[in-house]
């Protein structure tokens, strides 16, 4: 009995599309074999690359390699243009010294690391409560209504991918999005922050990086500054006070 039930869910596995998504994530937490993802596919830093490994592993004592665990999964992410496949994992463990599994566990564990195709520009939109309460869903449909993909596909052109991120720690900004940029691999990355957005902004923004323009980050209310209130500060506008000292001599 538990022998089909094993059968019949690992056949649903394989069926399932490659690029599937869970409800709150873009992440495999699974392998299966692909053309283009595979174990026998050869990988390997880009020579550009091999002094950022060798820097990235010169801040931990050579007897803890495996502490560049993470830092070494991003270059390779930046370098393969936005994700990881296992090949590159294990490049990775091959650095590091260390078994395969002990990448993969760090690589499917933690949503920054994709394990599947993304986008050459991946958006990723706030999901925590303050993003939600000030629209992020609504954020999120406006892209994949314009993109024409749903959250975890590439639009056809290999431009966009959108995901779901919790948390991005600007909750006063809120609702937001951020843009990791895999234009150019790990030469050209960048990874920014668009806060205060609307349905109509973050169109607008897919529009400009589509014709090879860098939108300004940060707040895109003109009528703020930074995480300031609009309209500029109603309170602490002048210069504090300097704290009172007692003269104790004087009591």
Same mark, same amino acid.
């Given at each position: 009995?538990?022998? %089909?039930?094993?059968?019949?869910?690992?056949?649903?596995? %394989? &069926?399932?599309?490659?690029?599937?998504? =869970?409800?709150?994530?873009?992440?495999?937490?699974?392998?299966?074999?692909?053309?283009?993802?595979?174990?026998?596919? /050869? $990988?390997?830093?880009?020579?550009?690359?091999?002094?950022?490994?060798?820097?990235?592993?010169?801040?931990?004592?050579?007897?803890?390699?495996?502490? #560049?665990?993470?830092?070494?999964?991003?270059?390779?992410?930046? &370098?393969?243009?936005? $994700?990881?496949?296992?090949?590159?994992?294990?490049?990775?463990?091959?650095?590091?010294?260390? #078994?395969?599994? =002990?990448?993969?566990?760090?690589?499917? *564990?933690?949503?920054?690391?994709? =394990?599947?195709?993304?986008?050459?520009?991946?958006?990723?939109?706030?999901?925590?409560?303050?993003?939600?309460?000030?629209?992020? =869903?609504?954020?999120?449909?406006?892209?994949?209504?314009?993109?024409?993909?749903?959250?975890?596909?590439?639009?056809?052109?290999?431009? *966009?991918?959108?995901?779901?991120?919790?948390?991005?720690?600007?909750?006063?900004?809120? /609702?937001?999005?951020?843009?990791?940029?895999? *234009?150019?691999?790990?030469?050209?990355?960048?990874?920014?922050?668009?806060?205060?957005?609307?349905?109509?902004?973050?169109?607008?923004?897919?529009?400009?990086? %589509?014709?090879?323009?860098?939108?300004?980050?940060?707040? &895109?209310?003109?009528?703020?500054?930074?995480?300031?209130?609009?309209?500029?500060?109603?309170?602490?506008?002048?210069?504090?006070?300097?704290?009172? *000292?007692? !003269?104790? !001599?004087?009591?």
């Amino acid at each position: 009995m538990l022998a %089909r039930l094993a059968a019949k869910r690992l056949l649903e596995i %394989r &069926q399932a599309p490659s690029q599937a998504s =869970r409800s709150f994530s873009t992440a495999l937490n699974y392998h299966l074999d692909s053309p283009d993802n595979k174990p026998d596919l /050869p $990988w390997e830093f880009s020579e550009a690359n091999k002094s950022k490994v060798k820097e990235i592993l010169s801040y931990y004592p050579s007897n803890y390699k495996q502490s #560049a665990v993470i830092p070494l999964l991003d270059l390779a992410q930046q &370098q393969h243009g936005g $994700w990881l496949p296992v090949s590159a994992m294990n490049a990775v463990a091959k650095v590091i010294e260390v #078994a395969p599994i =002990r990448v993969y566990e760090v690589a499917t *564990f933690y949503s920054m690391f994709n =394990r599947a195709k993304v986008g050459k520009y991946h958006l990723l939109v706030c999901g925590t409560t303050p993003c939600m309460i000030r629209g992020s =869903r609504e954020i999120e449909s406006a892209l994949l209504d314009h993109l024409g993909v749903k959250r975890g596909e590439v639009t056809k052109d290999g431009l *966009f991918s959108v995901g779901e991120m919790e948390c991005m720690g600007c909750c006063v900004n809120a /609702p937001m999005i951020t843009v990791a940029d895999y *234009f150019n691999g790990s030469e050209g990355y960048t990874y920014n922050y668009f806060e205060d957005v609307t349905p109509e902004k973050v169109v607008e923004i897919v529009e400009k990086l %589509r014709k090879g323009e860098k939108p300004p980050h940060g707040t &895109q209310n003109p009528k703020r500054i930074k995480c300031g209130p609009e309209g500029g500060n109603k309170t602490l506008l002048g210069e504090p006070k300097p704290p009172q *000292f007692r !003269d104790l !001599d004087a009591c």
